[in-house]
């Protein structure tokens, strides 16, 4: 069996973790948000996974020792306004029927999620 940290998850993970520092998530955090663009509920999986913890109690005993409860927030901010999971990607492009506008969907999304994130976890983290 391999290690995690040294998979090319971990090191796609920490190509992301400057831009998770901001929000004051790891590049578990970064992984597993990434991986919900497949679908939404692979974020809870790919924790469990890179956490190394086997079951829904245990990863709920671990993420308070992980995160902040600003970084908490901020990870729910960019959850929730997230890049939709592929199925809806691609509804969007047979409505849309144009690339463009579905990759400026995308992107606009990426940028409201992320700079929400930021903000949120920037000012719970100085009214802390």
């Known amino acids: 069996t391999g290690e995690i940290e040294t998979s ?3 090191a796609l993970g920490r190509l992301l973790e400057p831009l998770g ?4 998530l790891s590049w578990r955090m970064m992984v597993a948000l990434f991986a ?3 679908a939404k509920e692979n974020a809870i999986a790919s924790l469990a996974v890179l956490y190394g913890e086997g079951g ?9 020792q992980v995160l902040t ?7 729910l901010v ?4 997230f890049i ?3 199925a809806t990607v691609a509804t969007v492009y047979q409505e849309s029927n144009s690339w463009k ?8 999304m990426l940028v409201v999620s992320f700079g929400l994130a930021i903000l949120v976890y920037q000012v719970a983290t100085h009214l802390a």
Do not use: H, K, R
């Not at 829904?56 to 308070?64: F, H, N, V, Y």
């Not at 506008?101 to 606009?108: A, K, S």
């Open 56 to 64: 829904e109690q245990a990863l709920a005993d671990i993420l308070p």
């Open 36 to 38: 919900s663009f497949v």
């Open 21 to 24: 520092s901001l929000m004051g």
């Open 8 to 10: 090319y998850l971990a």
């Open 69 to 75: 409860p600003a970084a908490a927030l901020s990870y």
């Open 84 to 86: 939709p999971c592929v």
């Open 101 to 108: 506008w579905t990759l400026f969907n995308l992107l606009l």
């Open 78 to 81: 960019v959850q929730m306004l």
